[in-house]
T-cell receptor, first 110, second 113 residues
Framework: DAKTTQPPSMDCAEGRAANLPCNHS???????VYWYRQIHSQGPQYIIH???NNETNEMASLIITEDRKSSTLILPHATLRDTAVYYC???????????FGAGTRLTVKP | DGGITQSPKYLFRKEGQNVTLSCEQNLNHDAMYWYRQDPGQGLRLIYY???????QKGDIAEGYSVSREKKESFPLTVTSAQKNPTAFYLCASSTQADNQPQHFGDGTRLSIL
């Protein structure tokens, strides 16, 4: 499985867009990019996933570069409740083991 | 609402005691998973099951046991053989479609008395 690299921490002002980067330069053609977040003492929450096209849902947008070596999760209007650790995971089917790394701790500030 | 329910939220184990963590889902998912999370670390896979009456070991299965008698339920027993059981335990489920994400419960925090 491809290794992912994320910054350990980021800050964002409330109401602004939060852009969380993930580097996965060794990604294979059949590997998907998944994003989860985890608020302290809760289970990880699925946010979005994609293969090569950009994806958008009610929570966020996922931008994957054309060469697929990096991606960005965008929270369009961050709120204080978006403060959490965000994990970028690259997996090929069948994804029997979601290997969470250290993630990025996003702090949304008033 | 459909989801994954883990119980109890907090659990205490005495030395030499087996304890069972419950995981129930009403999402009609075929596959279920158990992970362990230690402070400041990622998740490690304990067991997973892709179908009723079948399950496979993950990376850290020693000292744990599971059963999958019903599609909705995947209980995890932490046995006395698990010498360092203090951790946050997470259950997840997913459909069998290859690229579909796993969805997680809110976890059980196990501590030793």
């Amino acid at each position: 499985d491809a290794k992912t690299t994320q910054p350990p921490s980021m800050d964002c002002a409330e109401g602004r867009a939060a852009n969380l980067p993930c580097n996965h330069s060794t990604i294979s053609g059949n590997e998907y990019v998944y994003w989860y977040r985890q608020i302290h003492s809760q289970g990880p929450q699925y946010i979005i996933h994609g293969l090569k096209n950009n994806e958008t849902n009610e929570m966020a947008s996922l931008i994957i570069t054309e060469d697929r070596k990096s991606s960005t999760l965008i929270l369009p209007h961050a709120t204080l409740r978006d403060t959490a650790v965000y994990y970028c995971i690259v997996r090929a089917p069948p994804n029997n083991d979601m290997r969470f790394g250290a993630g990025t701790r996003l702090t949304v500030k008033p | 609402d459909g989801g994954i329910t883990q119980s109890p939220k907090y659990l205490f184990r005495k030395e030499g005691q087996n304890v069972t963590l419950s995981c129930e889902q009403n999402l009609n998912h075929d596959a279920m998973y158990w992970y362990r999370q230690d402070p400041g670390q990622g998740l490690r896979l304990i067991y997973y099951s892709q179908i009723v009456n079948d399950f496979q070991k993950g990376d850290i299965a020693e000292g744990y046991s599971v059963s999958r008698e019903k599609k909705e339920s995947f209980p995890l027993t932490v046995t006395s053989a698990q010498k360092n059981p203090t951790a946050f335990y997470l259950c997840a489920s997913s459909t069998q479609a290859d690229n579909q994400p796993q969805h997680f419960g809110d976890g059980t925090r196990l501590s030793i008395l």
